[in-house]
């Protein structure tokens, strides 16, 4: 009944996911790359915080001092000092932003692997139309969103607030604190926060992550009949694919109906593997393999054989060996020279007794 209402009950095809994928489309959080990334700010304040402290010190001294850019309002005179104050400020900003770049992107990486796709920056028509878009805006899946992440912004607004109140003895004790002193509990207060924030950012993150991939699979979802018609398209139609079978089941019957008649013996193992050997010492360097098979062909060549006299010897050895090593309307390798040799003189001296 599904089937026939056109119903997605069916979960999306490997293909259907990488399809996907290069769209654009992966199950990632965004709150949890941003406690990654949290972390990793977290991390870096707390290891770069005495060079951050002494940066803020000497350029206070730089600034404030008598010789200072306080000493002069002139443009000519502290413009260097600009200059000079910039290039500082920079040794100590590129490397943090470039080190939290990298933490924001391994973030993205670490949930969806490496994934490249200009996909998502084509522009679409359709997403001029206002009133589709005003559709989507008022949708209840936008309705939902929203809900969550306002409920997601009180629940981290509410855990800020516990930890400042916890610490209001010591944001008021900053006041009686040298700078030194008063940078270093600044940023202590600043890293409790940020490490309260990220536990509950995590554990918002790895929820959020659960429901992303699974909202995605559910999107990405198919009928039978879109499961069928990709099946078809990749491993062609079961029926053609059938036909062919078939024919070529047919073919291989027809050619070993012509060519085990001609076979001098044919080597069994016994109910495994057949291999039909002729030799024809005016036209053949050595013997040829003219057919094999294996189970069901085997015991066909066996049936043909009998039909039309050719000697059937057990030889499991020699017909494994052949029947792996030696395609059809090949000669033998050298390896079964011997053994064949000594099969075709007893088949030759059986057939001189019966001729006698």
């Known amino acids: ?65 008598p010789d200072g ?47 490249f796709t200009s996909k998502p920056l084509e522009p679409k028509l359709d997403r001029l139309n206002f009133f589709a878009g005003f559709g989507r805006i008022l949708s209840a899946r936008s309705v939902v969103k929203g809900a969550i992440d306002l409920a997601k912004l009180l629940v981290i607004a509410a855990v800020v607030v516990l930890v400042i109140r916890s610490e209001t003895d010591a944001i008021i004790s900053l006041a009686v604190l040298d700078l030194a002193g008063g940078m270093m509990e600044t940023i202590r207060i600043t890293v409790r926060v940020a ?16 429901y992303q991939q699974f909202q995605l699979h559910k999107d990405l979802r198919m009928t039978k009949q879109e499961v069928k018609d990709e099946f078809r398209s990749q491993e062609g139609d079961v029926e053609v694919k059938g036909r062919r079978m078939k024919f070529m089941r047919n073919l291989m019957m027809q050619r070993l109906q012509s060519d085990v008649p001609k076979a001098d013996v044919i080597v069994t193992n016994p109910t495994h593997f057949s291999v039909a ?21 085997a015991l066909k060549i066996r049936y043909v054989a009998a039909a039309h006299g050719v000697p ?13 090593n030696v395609e059809v309307g090949r000669e033998i390798n050298p390896e079964h020279y011997e053994a064949v040799a000594e099969v075709l003189a007893y088949v030759y001296r059986l057939e001189g007794r019966a001729a006698g």
Not at 23 to 48: E, F, P
Not at 316 to 322: D, E, H, K, M, V
């Open 1 to 65: 009944m599904a089937e026939d209402l056109g119903e997605k009950t069916e979960m999306p095809t490997p293909r259907r996911l990488s399809e996907a994928r290069e769209r654009g489309q992966s199950g990632k959080s965004v709150d949890l790359a941003s406690a990654l990334t949290l972390v990793g700010a977290c991390v870096l304040i707390y290891w770069w915080a005495h060079g951050l402290m002494d940066f803020g010190a000497a350029t206070l001294r730089r600034t404030l001092g």
């Open 69 to 115: 850019l306080a000493s002069s309002l002139r443009v000519e005179d502290v413009q260097g000092d600009l200059v000079m104050e910039a290039i500082e400020g920079a040794k100590i900003a590129v490397p943090l932003m470039l080190i939290m770049a990298v933490i924001a992107c391994a973030g993205q990486v670490w949930q969806v692997g490496f994934m």
């Open 195 to 210: 490490v309260w924030v990220l536990v509950i950012l995590i554990i918002l993150g790895v929820i959020d992550r659960t």
């Open 277 to 297: 050997i002729r030799y024809d010492s005016a036209k053949m360097n050595a013997p040829r393999v003219v057919a094999k098979g294996a189970d069901y062909l």
């Open 312 to 324: 059937i010897v057990e030889r499991p050895p020699l017909a494994r060996s052949l029947y792996f």
